[in-house]
C-alpha cells in the first residue's frame, strides 16, 4: 500500500506519515480515523481491515504513522504522548472535515481521549481496543519506573517485535502529566470498548473503568472472554466492524 502513502509537515515537528480517502458522493457517516498503539503503525490487520470495510462502504478514513514510527519521519526515543497526540491533531485538522469517529487500539485508546478532550466539536464517537490510558502508571513496577527515570530508558524483550520495547523519560513524564482516569472524562459522545478478557498486556478491567469515569450515558464495554490483546482474528475484526457500523 505504499503508494498511497501521503506525507505532511507538521510545523516544528517532522514528515508524518498517513492514507486518506475521501467518502464518496452522497455518503453520509463520520470520518474514521485510526489510532495505532505503542511502537505500531497503521499496517496493522486492524487499521487494514477497517481501511477495507470503509472503502467498500464509500466511507472517509484517516490512517496515520505518529511521528517516529512507521513510515514518519522522527526518531522514536525523541517523542512524547502529547507529541503523538498533536500529530493526530494536526493530520485531523489539515485532511479532515466535519464529524469524526476515533478509532484507538492499546496506547491509541489513550490518545483517543486526548484527541477527543482537544477537539469536542468533532469527535463524536469513540471506539477502544484494549484502550490503555494512563499505562504510565499502572503498566510498570515501581523499579521499572526507577530504572526509566535514573536512565532515561526502560529495554523489555516485545512478543510483537524483534525490536526491544523501549520506554524512555521522555515518554513516561508526558504519560504521567496527561493521566485521565482520576476524574470525569467529559465526553459526551457515544463510547464503545472492546476488550479481550485474556489480554495479558492491558487488564479488561480497566475498560470498565473508562466506561465509569465518562460523562457520556452512551457507553458500552464489549469483553471478548477469550481474547488476547490484539483482538486481531477474524472474529475480533467482524466485531469491530459491526460495532463501527452502527455508530453514527
Known amino acids: 500500500m505504499e ?13 508524518l506519515a498517513h492514507c486518506y480517502t ?10 474514521l480515523v485510526f489510532l495505532p498503539g505503542y511502537m505500531s503503525d497503521m499496517e496493522g490487520g486492524k487499521a487494514l481491515a477497517l481501511d ?29 504522548l502529547v507529541d503523538w497526540r498533536d500529530d493526530v491533531l494536526f493530520l485531523i485538522d489539515k485532511v479532515t472535515e466535519g464529524a469524526i469517529t ?29 484502550a490503555a490510558p ?29 525490536e526491544p520495547y523501549v520506554t524512555t523519560r521522555t515518554f513516561w513524564q508526558s504519560g504521567e502529566a496527561n493521566r485521565l482516569l482520576q476524574k470525569v472524562i467529559a465526553f459526551d459522545g457515544a463510547v464503545r470498548l472492546l476488550h479481550g478478557q485474556n489480554d495479558a498486556d492491558v ?15 452512551d457507553v458500552q464495554v464489549h469483553l471478548v472472554k477469550d481474547g488476547d490483546h490484539r483482538l486481531s482474528r477474524d472474529q475480533d475484526i467482524a466485531l469491530l466492524i459491526d460495532i ?4 453514527p
Open 3 to 15: 503508494e498511497d502513502i501521503l506525507y505532511l509537515d507538521r510545523p516544528g515537528g517532522t514528515s
Open 22 to 31: 475521501p467518502p464518496k458522493p452522497g455518503v453520509t457517516g463520520t470520518t
Open 52 to 80: 477495507s470495510w470503509a472503502k467498500e462502504q464509500g466511507r472517509a478514513i484517516l490512517r496515520l504513522d505518529y511521528a517516529g514510527c512507521g513510515a514518519s519521519g522522527g526518531e522514536f526515543e525523541d517523542q512524547s
Open 102 to 130: 476515533l478509532v484507538g487500539s492499546s496506547m491509541g485508546g489513550w490518545l483517543m481521549l486526548l484527541v477527543a478532550l482537544s477537539r469536542p466539536m468533532r469527535v463524536k464517537n469513540l471506539v477502544g481496543i484494549a
Open 134 to 162: 494512563d499505562f504510565t502508571d499502572w503498566g510498570f513496577s515501581q523499579d521499572q519506573k526507577m530504572t526509566i527515570l535514573r536512565d532515561g530508558k526502560l529495554e523489555e524483550d516485545s512478543e510483537y517485535s524483534d
Open 203 to 217: 487488564p479488561w478491567m480497566y475498560s470498565l473503568e473508562i466506561a465509569k469515569q465518562m460523562r457520556s450515558a
Open 244 to 247: 463501527v457500523a452502527r455508530l
